[in-house]
């Protein structure tokens, strides 16, 4: 027994001394040749090593890389060309667990990579769209996007089989500066991706949580603002590496919107084709969401997104600042220029309908409250999908300001000058609360129907507003407006005219028995039609204007006045003279100015009807009193 043991501690003296010598007996060059052979041989790139590189083998087999570059040329029309370099590689690896199909790799360093990658000749970038461009040509090229990444999807599901019967295990991965372009076939710069450090710790192959933290820059090309991505959290790798899973996985984007956005993400990752399926819980700019997130790669982005939240504030989500761009003096990549200093002209900002002409998305919101635009709607229900360009939302529902909304749209961003349509109702709104939310609190009470149908187009959000085109229809009964009364302006009219002092106690708001009235826009301004009013005593029709840029309003009422005005006071008395007389009465305003609308009859108007009659009267009774002369000589009477 004694000998055994003697035997076997000489034979592992001899396995240390032998792993402490060797590397003194190995010709490194060698073995580098041999690396750029067989890289040369299997993919056709070369491998350069311009740096020292190391070797060790006690007590990890361990190989140190410096100054390396290695270029891959497209092999088929569905490869990418690679061109990297890394400053630093450090890898140890055990050997012995190598004997039970096991890689234990220590922990590994990755720094100063650049990768420089075009995209393959069979999936170019989608083509920025010309400045006249047909729906059938749009709708084509949608056509083609999709058949080709479907081909795609197929030719990486035959090829992708995994990995199987070896199982990672290592310490931790290391990765720091790291930089990725990507270009389209042209040479374009098309995306930059950062990675200023990403770690993972206890790494394995065997569906154990993976710690990851790390802080990741996306670019793009230079247009848009950039990203800023922290993450935190935990993933599992699959065995056989087609599938990554998260766990818990918290992320810190600032960039995207004008705040930041936190998230935390459960679910998996599939390699090939690359697809993601999350549970989705984030904290936005105007409130919390949670929903599920599912993802397509290749080429345009293919989004669903089902949201429930229980206040969302869209008005608060707003996109970041935009960078101005500038031509690259010497790199291939665009320059970020501060804006210019405020000029005395400011020029309005081009809607941001870009990334709708390449976006393929389907949304959809339940919310307790979604505010849009200033207003408030209660148990709300969106649903939108965007594809080629054009912006679809199927629906908005819910109750706004305790009526039933249910309105539609279509934006068309596949020209250069935006096309959108609108059409929708609000039933049995309180038109209190829906003046409050504009501005004029206390204005009204009562309830009215809304519905309109309208049409625009532009480049920015103010040329929408100037070339509306369509029509607003509203009606309501048992209204009452709450800071002018048209019967007291009636009354107090009919004292000028009848020389009496002015009268007193007159009410100061209007009880509308009966409202309809309609707007019919072109080019942003509206004509005011068919207005008709009744209030008790006064019954009037008119028209008038309204301007929504100004939200400024005017219009001209003309009715009849009878008796039963008498009810607001003894003294405003209409008796025979104002047979037949047109009441005008003229009101001006701004929507949202909380004065309300100022209105005030032409009673120099009533007056000349009024003296018209009179000498009428005069006349036909002068007639009368001629005719009856003329009878009574003729007949002796």
């Known amino acids: 027994m004694l000998v055994l043991l003697w035997i076997a501690g000489g034979l592992l003296a001899l396995v240390v001394l032998a792993m402490v ?43 140190r890389l410096e100054g390396t570059s290695l270029n891959l040329p497209a092999q088929t029309e569905y ?17 012995l667990p190598l004997l039970g199909g096991n890689v234990d790799v220590g922990t590994i360093l990755i720094s100063g990579v650049t990768a420089d990658i075009t995209d393959p000749q069979a999936l170019p970038p989608a083509p920025e769209p010309r400045p006249i461009m047909s729906d059938r040509e749009w709708e084509k090229r949608g056509e083609k996007i999709r058949e080709t990444k479907q081909a795609e999807r197929n030719r990486q599901l035959a090829e992708s089989s995994g990995i199987a019967g070896v199982a990672i295990i290592a310490d931790a991965i290391q990765i720091e500066n790291v930089t990725v372009i990507q270009r389209s076939r042209d040479g374009t710069l098309s995306n930059t991706i950062e990675i200023d450090a990403l770690t993972l710790s206890d790494v394995n192959t065997s569906n154990e949580p993976i710690t990851l933290e790390g802080a990741i820059s996306v670019l793009g090309d230079g247009s848009t603002a950039p990203l800023n991505i922290s993450l935190d959290g935990a993933i599992k790798v699959a065995s056989d590496f087609t599938k990554i899973e998260i766990e818990g996985l918290t992320t810190e984007v600032l960039g995207a919107l004008s705040e930041p956005v936190l998230s935390t993400l459960n679910g998996a990752f599939v390699m090939t084709p690359a697809k993601a399926d ?25 989004i669903k997104l089902d949201v429930t939240t229980a206040r969302l504030d869209v008005d608060q989500i707003k996109p ?70 054009v912006a679809n939302i199927d629906y908005v529902r819910g109750v706004l300001h305790q009526g039933q909304l249910d309105t539609r749209m279509t934006l068309n961003a596949r020209r250069p000058v935006v096309e959108a349509e609108v059409e929708g109702g609000l039933k049995g709104v309180n038109m209190g609360l829906l003046l409050d939310s504009l501005g004029n609190p206390d204005a009204a009470s009562g309830r009215i129907e809304l519905s309109w149908d309208m049409e625009t187009e532009g480049v920015t959000s103010d040329d929408l507003m100037g070339a509306l085109d369509g029509d607003l229809k509203a009606a309501g009964q048992d209204l009452v407006l709450e800071k002018v009364s048209l019967q007291g302006l009636v009354c107090a009219a009919v004292a000028v005219v009848n020389k009496i002092p002015p009268i007193t106690g007159l009410p100061t708001s209007t009880p509308i028995t009966d409202l309809s009235l309609g707007i019919d826009f072109d080019d942003g ?60 009465v003229d009101c001006a305003g701004n929507l949202a100015d909380e004065s309300g609308a100022s209105c005030k009859v032409d009673v ?34």
């Open 21 to 63: 010598l060797l590397p003194m007996f190995i010709d490194e060059q060698a073995l580098l040749d041999m690396a750029q052979e067989q890289v040369k041989a299997n993919t056709g790139g070369e491998l350069i090593v311009e740096g020292e590189t190391e070797l060790s083998f006690f007590p990890r087999f361990g190989l």
């Open 278 to 302: 999350f549970t989705l819980d984030a904290t936005l700019p105007g409130g919390d969401i949670t929903g599920q997130l599912i993802w397509s790669a290749l080429e345009s982005p293919e």
């Open 79 to 95: 490869d990418s060309l690679i061109k990297a370099s890394i400053d630093e590689l450090d890898v140890g690896l055990s050997l």
């Open 604 to 637: 120099a108007s009533i007056a000349e009807q009024i003296l018209k009659n009179e000498g009428k009267q005069q006349i036909q009774d002068a007639v009368e009193e001629k005719a009856g002369s003329l009878i009574k000589k003729l007949f002796g009477g």
């Open 320 to 389: 970041a600042a935009q960078p101005v761009v500038a031509e690259a003096s010497g790199g291939d990549a665009p320059v970020a220029e501060s804006p210019p200093a405020p000029t005395g002209t400011q020029v309005a900002a081009p809607l941001p309908v870009g990334p709708l002409r390449d976006l393929d998305l389907e949304l959809s919101i339940a919310a307790d409250e979604l505010v849009a635009a200033g207003q408030s709607i209660t148990n709300a229900q969106v649903l939108m999908r965007v594809r080629d360009g």
């Open 525 to 584: 301004a509206g004509d005011i039609e068919r207005l008709r009013l009744a209030t008790p005593g006064v019954e009037m029709k008119g028209s008038g204007d309204i301007d929504l840029n100004s939200m400024e309003f005017g219009f001209r009422m003309e009715g009849q006045v009878n008796n039963d005005i008498m009810e607001v006071s003894p003294l405003c008395v209409i008796d025979q003279r104002y047979a037949g007389v047109d009441w005008p």
